[in-house]
Nanobody, 119 residues
Framework: QVQLSQSGGGLVQSGGSLTLSCTAS????????LGWFRHAPRKERDFVAT????????DYAASVKGRFTISRDSTKNMVYLQMYSLKPEDTAVYYC????????????WGQGTQVTVSS
């Protein structure tokens, strides 16, 4: 069983930067696809970014492409989301997630961390 624990987040001014981290424990997640999602007030939870188990393929939501970077360090069981040029509309609770290779369902979730971008 994989447990995901997040850190980072907080309050930042528009145009600022933040980095979110997510650590997996319980077992190595080298063969898991990892992702970040966010849930803003009064909205559905949205996909933000994913990275394959090998780290050689990433995918981003159009709204964050060019501003956010997802990366992973499988030796440390960690995944990161570097966020630049933050906008007030990026304000949300951010979640890291993991799913086994070849499985469509995101089966493991972090506890969520608040990111607030002030204008």
């Amino acid at each position: 069983q994989v447990q995901l624990s997040q850190s980072g987040g907080g309050l930042v001014q528009s145009g600022g930067s933040l980095t979110l981290s997510c650590t997996a424990s319980g077992r190595r997640f080298g063969y898991y696809t990892l992702g970040w999602f966010r849930h803003a007030p009064r909205k559905e939870r949205d996909f933000v970014a994913t990275i394959t188990w090998s780290g050689n393929k990433t995918d981003y939501a159009a709204s964050v492409k060019g501003r956010f970077t997802i990366s992973r360090d499988s030796t440390k069981n960690m995944v990161y989301l570097q966020m630049y040029s933050l906008k007030p509309e990026d304000t949300a609770v951010y979640y890291c997630a993991a799913r086994p290779l070849g499985v469509a369902t995101w089966s493991h979730w972090g506890q969520g961390t608040q990111v607030t971008v002030s204008s």
